[in-house]
């Protein structure tokens, strides 16, 4: 039996409504103002909120941004009910993330229709989310072993040959191996983090409140072109191609975190120099473009074909046996799916064996 809580001060709509939702087999629940109904909410935790505009203290859009912000409670559907032309009302309810509304007097076959469709919504939303979590389980749970043996074979190999041959080995030649130990471990360290982002991305994008996790998403404006010249010149720097780069970037503020804004900028640009050898031209872009604006990234280097991008995801390593590149794709589907919950969109386009342009539209 499903829980509906009804938030009406009103009191024979009210009555009213827990009326027909008991007999048509709901476990219905009353509150008589928005400040009882949050409480109500938290102690009886129900599957659907059926609640009123229009009430004092605490009307109903209060109500629908509190609990938006409380994860527990973030994902419930919400019905308002509203008077007989109360337009603006219902657009600012749906703008907030209202699942439905309902005008009074509720007619009782349309009242129990929008709770059933909601209900069938969530049911759908649900099992989708478990089945992205299952194949999620799945992927890593065959993937992450194989990423993770390069690097450990590197600190093993190293920490064994330190122990074995320690007597003959000089200070240089320790130190290298300390050095190769350091640096099989950072390259550890960056695709256990890449997994656990990527993990939470794809929970993420399946998950049934999506639009609201992006309109969240955009709430954070930052500035952003120091940010792209700066990681583009530490990535080149880690590659030891400085002369390689270049950065021509219109200044602009985008709805996107800090952090975020940067771990998507590392990803690309690290595509680029890894896929792309020295000497071969790194080229960043960023400008307005109608209503968006695009940030694109150039590399000359072996490029992609079109059946390699089609298939980009999170575990396909392309030509991995050629090039040893372990945890290129897992990057680009990071920055993909980053794009994807600010309400932007990455596109690869790419010639093999000359170069690939990878784009990063913003909605503006």
Sequence with gaps: MKNILVIEDEPQIRENLQEILTLCDFNASTAPNGLRGIEAVQTFMPDLILCDVNMPELDGHDVLRLLRTDEVTANIPFIFLTSNGARPDVRSGMEMGASDYLTKPVNPDELIKAINTQMAKRSIAERHSEEKLNQLRSNINLALPHELYTPLNGIIGSADLLIRENDDLDCNERLELAEQIRHSALRLY???????????????????????????????????????????????????????????????????????????????????????????????????????????????????????????????????????????????????????LHGGKLTVNSIPDQETAIGLSFPL
């Design 190 to 340: 960056h695709l256990t983090r890449n997994f656990l982002l990527y993990a939470e991305l794809e929970m993420m994008a399946s998950s049934p409140d999506r639009h609201e996790i992006i309109r969240q998403n955009r709430r954070t404006r930052i500035a952003i072109a120091n940010p792209i010249t700066q990681r583009a010149q530490i990535q080149a720097k880690k590659s030891q191609r400085l002369a390689d780069l270049h950065v021509e970037v219109e200044p602009i503020e985008l709805a996107i975190s800090e952090v975020k804004f940067i771990k998507l900028i590392d990803e690309v640009i690290d595509n680029a120099f890894k896929f792309s050898q020295a000497g071969q031209p790194v080229q960043v872009f960023g400008r307005t473009v109608g209503k968006t604006y695009q940030i694109d990234i150039l590399d000359m280097g072996r490029g992609l074909t079109s059946q390699q991008i089609a298939n980009l995801g999170g575990y396909m390593q392309f030509d991995r046996d050629r090039y040893e590149q372990q945890g290129g794709g897992l990057g680009l589907t990071i920055a993909k799916r980053l794009m994807e």
